[in-house]
């Protein structure tokens, strides 16, 4: 699976940002999805994450939604009341399943093996 993330940008703070990561080579039935977040000097850090039956989710912080678009083969991220704090650059990143598919959704970067290449979302005061 190969992802292209989308989305980020400049925004004020108290603003909201749509984010959306593609899904290419693989329908997301078969993945578990997630988006993370790595400020300067900071380390890598979930945003929010979601099942392949979108059944489990997972979130870092309040004012989050994370939702499959199967039409699209998309997972969309939606941010609202962003404060300059939320201001990274902003990774899709995909858990493939084989065999069994799990509804588990992991909240550390390891248990993810492929990314897509991120997407600057910067918060303005």
């Known amino acids: 699976v190969q992802l292209q993330a989308s989305g980020g940008g400049l925004v004020q703070a108290g603003g909201s940002l749509r984010l959306s990561c593609a899904a290419s080579?693989?329908?997301?039935?078969?993945?578990?999805m997630a988006w993370f977040r790595q400020a300067p000097g900071k380390e890598r850090e979930i945003v929010a994450g979601?099942?392949?039956?979108?059944d489990k989710t997972v979130k870092g912080r309040f004012a989050i939604a994370i939702s499959i678009n199967n039409a699209k083969n998309t997972v969309d991220l939606q941010m609202d009341h962003l404060r300059p704090q939320d201001t990274a650059v902003y990774y899709c990143a995909a858990k493939e399943l084989e065999a069994a598919y799990s509804d588990y959704v992991g909240r550390d970067a390891w248990e993810y093996d492929v990314w897509g290449q991120g997407t600057q979302v910067t918060v303005s005061s």
């Open positions: 080579g693989r329908s997301l039935s078969a993945i578990n």
């Open positions: 979601i099942s392949w039956n979108g």
